[in-house]
Nanobody, 126 residues
Framework: QVQLVESGGGLVQAGGSLRLSCTAS????????RGWFRQAPGMEREFVAA????????YYGDSGKDRFTISRNNAQKTVYLQMTSLKPEDTAVYYC???????????????????WGQGTQVTVSS
């Protein structure tokens, strides 16, 4: 099981920005695709963004298009989610995820991911 630790959540006003980080305990970090999901109270967990292994083709859910950017730093074993123009409806717990195995291509299917972080709360005030 991959250990994932998120950070960077918090309270921000509408229109503001946040950058989430997720560090993995993976020796072969660069071989694993990574993703971000979010879950608001009473809602299903929703795909936000994914980045594939190596150079990293990226995919975005409707919630992440245009305003969010996923990136990775393989040397630091960290994946980032830069969020801009935040809206109150972006309020949720954001979860980092890792693919079920190395060299697997992911898009937005939750079943592609086998390891999850504990989540970090993002609250956007109006």
């Amino acid at each position: 099981q991959v250990q994932l630790v998120e950070s960077g959540g918090g309270l921000v006003q509408a229109g503001g920005s946040l950058r989430l980080s997720c560090t993995a305990s993976l020796r072969t970090f660069s071989s694993y695709a990574r993703g971000w999901f979010r879950q608001a109270p009473g809602m299903e967990r929703e795909f936000v963004a994914a980045i594939n292994w190596g150079g990293g083709a990226t995919y975005y859910g409707d919630s992440g298009k245009d305003r969010f950017t996923i990136s990775r730093n393989n040397a630091q074993k960290t994946v980032y989610l830069q969020m801009t123009s935040l809206k109150p409806e972006d309020t949720a717990v954001y979860y980092c995820a890792a693919a079920r195995g190395p060299f697997r291509t992911v898009k937005g299917d939750r079943d592609d991911f086998g390891s999850w972080g504990q989540g970090t709360q993002v609250t956007v005030s109006s």
